[in-house]
């Protein structure tokens, strides 16, 4: 009884915002089994690995019977016999056999579902969690969790163009805590749209859908959630996801108004730093103007923790380059940005060399997988993105995270501050 692939299994199932999608099932000779769904995201950056789907009329074009086709003709011969345990020889493998950079050949959707159930598959046969099979023996702490109050930009028809408002809650001590703290926050925010007048469901990660004047009046009336909830450290985290707005030519701000060119975005950014308790912010400018983004950090990069998600789209050599040029402090790290689990690693891995805060993260079309709970964790990312605070496959992260904290019993750590990059960590101090 071995732990050798002996059976690789694709088929189609359907995401949160009711597409297609790709999941893996991968059986070892032991019996073991994993399996592992395929995200999907809106905002992409143009780096990122590429999706295989089937194009034509069904499904608006988002067929996935081709990616999964590949999975049995192509990517099952390849690795079955090989040992599931030897991720990094398998995701090599799945890198060979798709032969482009961006895995768009096979599909992005189809390698990282095989690449993520070899992963489960493997912790299934040693019979331990993945978080555990992943730490390796090594002390990993609980993640901080980024929890969406307000999903706008191409996640809410683009009614705000910030598109994720966020708290994070670091001195929460548990992520239980934090938890409730969220919870505190999301219905007071409820509670004073439902009194404007606006209050009118839900985007497409479970935050409400974002009806506001403008993206200051968004931001207002998140810190008077915050403050009606009466906790204190609750802080906001953005994902200004700015390369859906423009690139180094300029930014538009449509419910604003307002056309920004690079220097002015990095002002109005640094300006709301100042007015609002803002202690996190993702992609400030587009994908390719790190002119604007080492503007912003060489600002605030002391105390405010500025994510790369669209501009290092999860991609080692691009965190290097990024660092090179400092243009920021945080990685968000999303498994199927770049295709396989490998890969991923080895990008939260030199992002952590340099110092950085490193945060898993979800995509906006997402599933009842819980793989990304255990990647945070296992990996001792120290921060997890999952979207909002309604939605089974938002809470289903949620709730893997709080059992594991409580299968870890009195040693848990729950990351708190030391989540952030060294400088951000002593100005929250
Ligand atoms: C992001 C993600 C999650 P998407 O920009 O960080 O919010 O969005 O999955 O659509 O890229
Ligand atoms: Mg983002």
């Not at 290092?312 to 691009?318: D, G």
């Not at 938002?394 to 501050?417: C, Q, T, Y």
Request: hydrophobic share 45%.
């Amino acid at each position: 009884m071995t732990a050798r692939i002996a059976r690789v299994k694709g088929r189609s199932l359907w995401d949160s915002r009711g597409r297609p999608t790709v999941e893996a099932e991968v059986t070892l000779e032991s019996g073991a089994v994993g399996r592992a769904i395929a995200p999907a995201g809106a905002s992409r950056g143009a780096h990122e690995a590429i999706d295989l789907r089937d194009g034509g009329e069904a499904f608006l074009g988002f067929g996935v019977d081709r990616a999964v086709a590949g999975i049995a003709a192509e990517i099952a011969p390849a690795i079955i016999g090989m040992d599931a345990r030897e991720q990094a020889a398998i995701d090599r493998a799945l890198c060979e056999l798709d032969g482009t950079p961006n895995k768009a050949r096979l599909g992005a959707n189809a390698v990282v579902a095989v690449s993520m159930a070899v992963l489960h598959a493997a912790a299934a046969d040693a019979r331990e969690p993945l978080w555990r099979w992943l730490a390796e023996g090594r002390k990993v702490r609980i993640p901080l969790p980024e929890i969406q109050i307000f999903g706008g930009g191409a996640h809410a028809g683009r009614r705000t163009d910030v598109q994720d408002f966020m708290v994070m809650c670091p001195r929460a001590g548990s992520f239980r805590r934090a938890l409730d703290i969220t919870h505190d926050v999301f219905r007071a925010a409820g509670r004073l749209m439902e009194a404007k007048g606006p209050l009118s469901g839900v985007a497409d990660e479970g935050g409400w859908w974002p009806n506001f004047a403008s993206n200051e009046d968004a931001l207002e009336t998140l810190t008077r959630a915050i403050e009606a909830s009466g906790h204190r450290d609750v802080y906001i985290s953005l994902d200004i996801a700015a390369n859906e707005l423009g690139d180094e030519s300029g930014y538009k701000l449509a419910l604003d108004g307002r056309r920004l060119t690079g220097a002015e975005m990095a002002g109005r950014m640094i300006e709301w730093t100042k007015r609002f308790p803002i202690l996190s912010i993702e992609d400030p400018a587009g994908q390719d103007d790190w002119k604007t983004m080492a503007a912003v950090n060489a600002a605030i990069g002391n105390r405010v923790q500025l994510i790369g998600d669209d501009v290092l789209v999860t991609n080692a050599e691009r965190v290097e380059a990024a660092a090179k040029a400092g243009v920021c402090n945080a990685a968000l790290i999303k498994v199927n940005q770049v295709g396989t689990v490998s890969e991923a690693k080895a990008a939260l891995d030199a992002a952590r060399a340099h110092g950085w805060g490193t945060l898993v993260s979800a995509r906006s079309g997402e599933t009842e997988d819980v793989t990304i709970a255990h990647l945070a964790t296992g990996w001792n990312a120290g921060q997890l993105k999952v979207g909002s605070f309604t939605r089974s496959e938002r809470m289903a992260k949620w709730n893997e995270v709080l059992r594991i904290e409580e299968a870890m019993g009195p040693d848990a750590e729950f990351a708190g501050a030391s989540a952030f990059a060294a400088p951000v960590a002593e100005a929250l101090r």
